[in-house]
T-cell receptor, first 111, second 111 residues
Framework: QKEVEQDPGPLSVPEGAIVSLNCTYS??????FMWYRQYSRKGPELLMY????GNKEDGRFTAQVDKSSKYISLFIRDSQPSDSATYLC???????????FGGGTRLMVKP | DTAVSQTPKYLVTQMGNDKSIKCEQN?????MYWYKQDSKKFLKIMFS???????INETVPNRFSPKSPDKAHLNLHINSLELGDSAVYFC??????????FGQGTRLTVV
């Protein structure tokens, strides 16, 4: 079993829909949680970065962390075709540690 | 003014060859990383390196070796390339507890 699990999708939604992307993890030592977006043949780019539990909002994006359930989510409001990409959750134990990634969820937003 | 740059972008080579991928960051970060992304888009850490410590993922074959001439560079050298080494290799960097920034990737194909 992988340390971080993520449904690979693809997830197909109409433009304007609210998108919910999720990851579960098994290592309770993870403290820092991130969401990256990766377009085809590009490097991952950071969307959201949170420490410990709670919510964080940035524009149309909201990240939630529930450490008691070992579950993190990314919500995208008013989804746009330009949001079509693979979304990767990532986490690490402390400042110097390397990231452990989920396998990514491919999202398609249709006009 | 690319933050994390890798060269080459594409690399096609024969089995048994030795090759290097270069990475440079101009962000003043203190830690650099190499990740491997396989055909299923799963990103896995290979190395983490700062001016004090090299951390190696124990699953990485010793044919792979990072070389850092200075804090802004972390090159990846691969000996005796095998077909299974075909993947996209990403360099990344970070500062302290902050998020990691990724390069655009090097697509390695071993034939």
């Amino acid at each position: 079993q992988k340390e971080v699990e993520q449904d690979p999708g693809p997830l197909s939604v109409p433009e304007g829909a609210i998108v919910s992307l999720n990851c579960t993890y098994s290592n309770s030592a993870f403290q820092y949680f991130m969401w990256y977006r990766q377009y085809s043949r590009k490097g991952p780019e950071l969307l959201m970065y949170t420490y410990s539990s709670g919510n964080k909002e940035d524009g149309r994006f909201t990240a939630q962390v529930d450490k008691s359930s070992k579950y993190i989510s990314l919500f995208i409001r008013d989804s746009q075709p330009s949001d079509s990409a693979t979304y990767l959750c990532a986490m690490k134990r402390n400042a110097g540690n390397m990231l452990t990634f989920g396998g990514g969820t491919r999202l398609m937003v249709k006009p | 003014d690319t933050a994390v740059s890798q060269t080459p972008k594409y690399l096609v080579t024969q089995m048994g060859n030795d090759k290097s991928i270069k990475c440079e960051q101009n962000l003043g970060h203190d830690t650099m990383y190499w990740y491997k992304q396989d055909s299923k888009k799963f990103l896995k850490i290979m190395f983490s390196y700062n001016n004090k410590e090299l951390i190696i993922n124990e699953t990485v074959p010793n044919r792979f070796s990072p070389k850092s001439p200075d804090k802004a560079h972390l090159n990846l050298h691969i000996n005796s390339l095998e077909l299974g080494d075909s993947a996209v290799y990403f360099c990344a960097s970070s500062l302290g507890t902050a998020e990691a920034f990724f390069g655009q990737g090097t697509r390695l194909t071993v034939v």
